[in-house]
């Protein structure tokens, strides 16, 4: 008899993204000759720039003749990228990074997902509150919790509030926990961490002997210097902290995947005598035997993201979509809504009118205004209330739609 993983019976009935776009579906369907403006999953409109894509042709080119032909590569990733990554992302800061210690994969929400394999079910996991869905879902599918309760909230996962209260930034947890899911800038709030917020983050991991899965996807969005792209800006993070980063909104590969995870040689977890083992030898374990790597001419793409025009070209799509940000924290500030985000991370945080259920203002704003965006309730019980809309849209498209917002009664 095959038995299910009955862990997956514990699961919401939808993810979050699938039911938004069953509810879109059916509208559009009963609704043929509206025009729905898609703001919600964040997925990014920016073609790939010419650079990446002069890049990706000549990998293609290499693959189709025999003599630059390349059957499997590296499942960590091809030196070039590792190394590109590394000088470019980590180094020229002086963060001490070093290729070795970056796995190249095919998204973060994957490695997100893929990384509690290398962790017993014993641990605690904390989590933000909102918080991206795939760090409770897979936290859930891989056995460490109980059921939901009627609250929203699985048993066995530390939930950490963040609300309009505390900045949206959650206080340290005050019970025991072993794995900590960090996301800045955040999905969903749009909201950073300060150098002194996150310094407190790695003293209690170093002190509680935790790791921190530190969700670093949107940093090229930042402008403010003040604010650290990375957790190894911090003192002590090297020991404590593992980083994921990836390329689908800074370089438009939603499409194309390509990503990374960073983890240094000095992060260890335990067994249960208590021996300290160094966590990155299992995750190249995990990876290597579980994946054959992104593809080669995927690859040689991303690498072209570091080359000069590169960067240039990247900047001014990332400018693009920050542009969007500006003008949709405007449009609704001037429509009488309350804002976060946008500033530093391609998402805006809106807090309903009235106290609108979050479901309720998607219903709203897609059957009245034919929008859509992400209902807050969505990423936990205390996004209720909130609802948050991605800037990946086309500019015309935004500027359409916060125009429609405006006219709600």
């Known amino acids: 008899m095959a038995l299910i ?32 403006i898609r703001m919600g999953i964040g997925d990014v409109t920016r073609p790939l720039s010419p650079a990446i894509v002069k890049a990706f042709h000549e990998g293609v080119d290499e693959m189709a003749n025999a003599a630059t032909f390349r059957g499997y590569g590296p499942e960590q990733g091809y030196e070039f990228l590792r190394e590109a990554i590394a000088k470019n992302d980590y180094q020229q800061y002086g963060v001490a990074i070093k290729a ?10 994957c490695d997100t997902g893929n990384i509690q394999e290398i ?37 066995g996962i530390v ?35 300060t150098k002194d917020e996150l310094k407190k983050w790695v003293d209690y991991a170093l002190a509680n002997k935790c790791i921190i899965l530190y969700d670093a996807a949107y940093q090229a969005f930042i402008s403010d210097n003040d604010i650290p792209r990375s957790i190894y800006e911090i003192d002590g993070a090297d020991k404590c902290a593992i980083e994921f980063r990836s390329f689908s909104k800074t370089a438009g590969f939603t499409g194309t995947r390509c990503a990374f995870t960073v983890i240094p ?3 260890v977890a335990y067994n249960k005598a208590g021996e300290a083992f160094p966590v990155k030898p299992l995750w190249n374990r995990r990876h290597s035997t579980k994946f054959n790597g992104v ?10 993201i570091y080359t000069a025009e590169g960067k240039k070209e990247t900047a001014e799509i990332i400018a693009y979509y920050m542009e969007n940000a500006r003008i949709m924290r405007n449009s609704l500030e001037a429509s009488g809504y309350k804002v976060f985000g946008g500033v530093n991370a391609p998402y805006v945080w809106v807090k309903t009118k009235n106290n609108m259920s979050s479901w309720d203002f998607f219903d709203k704003v897609l059957g009245e205004a034919n929008v859509v965006g992400t209902p807050g ?3 936990g019980p205390s996004g209720e209330g909130y609802f948050r809309f991605s800037a990946f849209a086309d500019r015309e498209n935004v500027i359409e ?9």
């Open 119 to 155: 962790f017993g079910n014993d641990n605690v996991i904390a989590v933000g509150d909102p918080v991206y869905p795939v760090y409770v879902d897979t936290t859930v599918m891989s056995g460490k919790t109980g059921k939901l309760s009627e609250k929203g909230y699985y048993d």
């Open 265 to 267: 040689d000095g992060v």
């Open 5 to 36: 993983n009955e862990n997956y019976q514990k699961l919401q009935a939808g993810y979050l993204f699938p039911e938004i776009g069953r509810r879109v579906r059916e509208y559009t369907t009963a609704n043929p000759d509206k025009k729905v």
């Open 401 to 409: 739609a916060m125009e429609r917002i405006k006219n709600l009664e």
């Open 295 to 304: 593809s080669y001419p995927v690859q040689k793409a991303a690498a072209a």
């Open 377 to 379: 309730s969505g990423f």
């Open 100 to 109: 070795d210690d970056i796995f190249i994969s095919d998204g973060s929400k």
């Open 159 to 193: 939930y950490m509030p963040c609300t309009e209260a505390n900045g949206f930034v959650p206080e340290l947890p005050s019970q025991k926990v072993d794995l900590i899911f960090l996301c800045y800038p955040n999905n969903p709030t749009g909201t950073v961490a």
